[in-house]
C-alpha cells in the first residue's frame, strides 16, 4: 500500500468512527464505506495511491484479519452451552456446508462451461463458507433467538477452516491443469493430509487457548495482571494459536477459531470485556482489507463480468445456500422463518477474499478462465456485501416478529460484541 492510500485509509477509518452509529442507523455497513472509498480513491486519473493485489503483505493481513475475527466471535461463545445446543451448528457443518459446496461446483460447471472441473469445484468450495463479519449484527442483535444466532457464530466460525483444505487442494489441481507448476499450500494441506491438519489446528488452539485463558484468570485473581493487561493477553492467545499453527504446518483458522472456545472454556470469569482488544483490531484490519478489495480487485474483477457470471453469484447467494440449509434443517424442529433467516444470512466475504487473493498469488491470473473465477467471487462477495448489509436490520426485526426469545440471560451464551462498528453487519 502506497503512503497516499494509507493516509486516505486512516483518514477514512477516523472519519467512519465518528459516524458509524449515524451511516448504520441508515443500513449504510462499513464493508460498503470502505470497498466504495477503495475504488473511488485508489482508482482513475485522481487515485491518491495505489495498492499491489499481488503483494503478498495484502495477503497476509487478510489471513491475520480473519484469524483474529475467528477467535474474537469464539471467545463469546459459552462452550458448555454450546454442546448442550449443538445440533443446529453440527447439521449447518456436516450436512449444510457439503450440500453447499457440491452445489456451487455444479452450478459452476453448468454456467461456467469453459471452466475445467478443477477450477469449477474450486469455485464452490471458495464461495461455501460463511463470513461472522457480515453477519455481526445478526449474532449481538438479543432480541433474535439465541439458538439462531449461536448457530450462525459458530458455523461462520469454523467453516473456514473446514474449507481451507478443499480450497487448497483444488489450487494444487488447478495449478497442475494450468501449467503453473506446484502449489505450496499455506493453511491447510491437501488430500488426506487435511484430516490431520485439522485436528492439528483443534489440538494447538486448545492448548494455547485453554491455558492461556486459565493463567490470564489466575494472574488477575492474584492481582498480579496491570489495568488493561488482560486484554493485550487474550490478543496475544489469538494472535499465539495462529502462529503456532502456521509454523507446525496445520490449519491455523480452525486453530484460531478453537482457541477462542478455549478460552472462554478455561476462563473461570466472566469478563466481557477480555475479547475487546483482538475484536476491535480485527475489525479495524478487516475494514483495511474490505478498502483493500475495492482498490486493488473489484474493477479488474468486474471487467469480464457476463450474465452467466451473474446469474451464478445471484444463485450462490440465494438457492446455492438455501436449499442445503433447509435440507440440514429438517426434522431439527424450526419454524418456517427461521429456516428461511438462517438460510439466507450465509453473507460471502473475508474467507472468500482471503482465498481470492491466495488464487492470484497461486495461479496465473493472465488465464481467462482465473479470470472468470476471480470475477464470479468479487461479484458475489460485492452483491453480500450490499445485500446481506442492508437487510440485516430489517430482517432481524421480521424475525423478532416470527421468533419468541426465553428468559435465559443473553450474556450466557453469546456476548455482545464491542461497540465499534458493531452494528449492521460491518466487521
Not at 489446528?201 to 488493561?228: E, N, S
Not at 456485501?385 to 453469546?414: C, F, Q
Request: proline share 5%.
Amino acid at each position: 500500500m502506497s503512503p497516499g492510500a494509507l493516509i486516505a485509509f486512516v483518514l477514512l477509518l477516523f472519519a467512519w468512527s465518528v459516524l458509524s452509529g449515524r451511516l448504520e442507523r441508515l443500513d449504510v455497513t462499513g464493508p460498503i464505506v470502505f470497498v466504495a472509498a477503495g475504488v473511488l480513491l485508489c482508482n482513475g486519473s485522481w487515485a491518491v495511491g495505489e495498492i499491489a493485489v499481488e503483494s503478498h503483505s495484502v495477503h497476509r493481513l487478510a489471513e491475520i484479519t480473519l484469524a483474529l475475527l475467528l477467535f474474537a466471535d469464539a471467545a463469546r461463545i459459552d462452550p458448555q452451552d454450546l454442546r448442550r445446543h449443538a445440533g443446529l451448528p453440527t447439521r449447518l457443518l456436516a450436512v449444510g456446508l457439503p450440500l453447499t459446496f457440491a452445489a456451487g461446483a455444479g452450478l459452476a460447471a453448468m454456467l461456467l462451461t469453459d471452466l475445467p472441473w478443477e477450477l469449477a469445484a474450486l469455485l464452490g468450495a471458495v464461495l461455501a463458507p460463511t463470513d461472522a463479519a457480515l453477519s455481526a449484527s445478526v449474532v449481538s442483535d438479543e432480541s433474535l433467538p439465541r439458538s439462531i444466532r449461536r448457530s450462525l457464530n459458530v458455523e461462520s466460525g469454523l467453516n473456514d477452516g473446514i474449507a481451507t483444505p478443499a480450497v487448497t487442494a483444488f489450487i494444487a489441481a488447478a495449478a497442475t491443469v494450468l501449467g503453473a507448476g506446484a502449489f505450496e499450500d499455506t493453511a491447510s494441506g491437501p488430500g488426506v493430509g487435511a484430516l490431520v491438519d485439522l485436528a492439528g489446528g483443534v489440538a494447538i488452539g486448545g492448548l494455547v487457548g485453554y491455558l492461556g485463558g486459565v493463567m490470564a484468570t489466575r494472574a488477575r485473581a492474584h492481582g498480579w495482571i496491570a489495568p488493561g493487561g488482560q486484554r493485550i493477553a487474550v490478543l496475544t492467545l489469538g494472535v499465539l494459536a495462529f502462529l503456532v499453527a502456521e509454523e507446525t504446518g496445520v490449519n491455523y483458522f480452525v486453530a484460531a477459531f478453537v482457541a477462542g472456545l478455549a478460552f472462554r472454556a478455561g476462563s473461570a470469569d466472566d469478563d466481557e470485556g477480555a475479547t475487546e482488544l483482538p475484536e476491535l483490531i480485527g475489525r479495524v484490519l478487516a475494514l483495511g482489507v474490505w478498502f483493500v478489495a475495492g482498490a486493488a480487485l473489484l474493477l479488474d474483477g468486474l471487467e469480464v463480468v457476463d450474465w452467466r457470471i451473474a446469474l451464478y453469484a445471484v444463485l450462490s447467494l440465494t438457492v446455492v445456500r438455501m436449499v442445503p440449509v433447509a435440507i440440514s434443517m429438517i426434522g431439527a424442529g424450526f419454524t418456517r422463518p427461521a429456516t428461511l433467516f438462517i438460510g439466507w444470512f450465509g453473507p460471502r466475504g473475508l474467507a472468500s477474499v482471503v482465498f481470492g487473493l491466495l488464487i492470484v498469488e497461486e495461479l496465473p491470473v493472465d488465464d481467462p478462465r482465473v479470470q472468470t473465477v476471480l470475477s464470479t467471487i468479487v461479484l458475489t462477495v460485492l452483491l453480500s456485501v450490499i445485500a446481506h448489509g442492508i437487510s440485516g436490520r430489517p430482517l432481524t426485526k421480521w424475525m423478532h416478529g416470527h421468533e419468541a426469545t426465553s428468559d435465559e440471560p443473553d450474556h450466557a451464551v453469546i456476548r455482545p460484541a464491542t461497540p465499534l462498528g458493531g452494528g449492521g453487519a460491518n466487521r
